[in-house]
């Protein structure tokens, strides 16, 4: 059983379209995340859910829409995308002050 | 603001060698430090953490040291093997609501048998 799942693994689309990516978690974690991984590797936070409330919004652009219809899942809504969007995107959770567990990431290529 | 500097962005060691990777963080309030294993099209791993109240920690060939005063903190893997080649990243957290991870640029380790 995985504990983090994300869908789908690669998404390939082109400029200007909406698309989301869905998350789920059956750790029954109380924080949910997503984070960005760039072309460098680098982690970045986006948005930090905690029972279903925005705890942190990283100064995402507003194409960027996270929804928690439960604690069990954060789903991330991308309107309008743009070339730079094209990175990995992990969704993880945790219980607060404890280490995260991701998923295995969503390949965005916008075209 | 938090700010994690981590070195070196790549190691290349022979198998069996020892392999250090270093950590500084920014914020004096920050109290848990995780390190991940991120091998290729996975998601990062958590291989071990310490929190602030502990200067060491050891997990088989995996150990962790923090220095507060200094504000660094050094993942050591010893007996390297190649599977132990991936990219590991360190993290600082403050622990507060969210548990916020600020993370390192990341180490690409490679173990050449």
């Known amino acids: 059983d995985t504990a983090v799942s994300q869908t789908p693994k690669y998404l390939v689309t082109q400029m200007g379209n909406d698309k989301s990516i869905k998350c789920e978690q059956n750790l029954g974690h109380d924080t949910m995340y997503w984070y960005k991984q760039d072309s460098k590797k680098f982690l970045k936070i986006m948005f930090s859910?905690?029972?279903?409330?925005?705890?942190i919004n990283e100064t995402v652009p507003n194409r960027f829409s996270p929804k928690s219809p439960d604690k069990a899942h954060l789903n991330l809504h991308i309107n309008s995308l743009e070339l730079g969007d094209s990175a990995v995107y992990f969704c993880a959770s945790s219980q607060i002050t404890s280490g995260y567990t991701f998923g295995s990431g969503t390949r965005l290529t916008v075209v | 603001g938090e700010n994690v500097e981590q070195h070196p962005s790549t190691l290349s060691v022979q198998e069996g060698d020892s392999a250090v990777i270093k950590c500084t963080y920014s914020d004096s309030a920050s109290n848990y430090f995780p390190w991940y294993k991120q091998e290729l099209g996975k998601g990062p791993q958590l291989i071990i953490d310490i929190r602030s109240n502990v200067g060491e920690k050891k997990d088989q060939r995996i150990a962790v040291t923090l220095n507060k005063t200094a504000k660094h903190f050094s993942l050591h893997i010893t007996e390297t093997q190649p599977e132990d080649s991936a990219v590991y990243f360190c993290a600082a957290s403050k622990g507060n609501q969210g548990g916020k991870l600020i993370f390192g640029q990341g180490t690409e380790l490679s173990v050449k048998p």
């Open positions: 859910y905690n029972n279903k409330e925005l705890i």
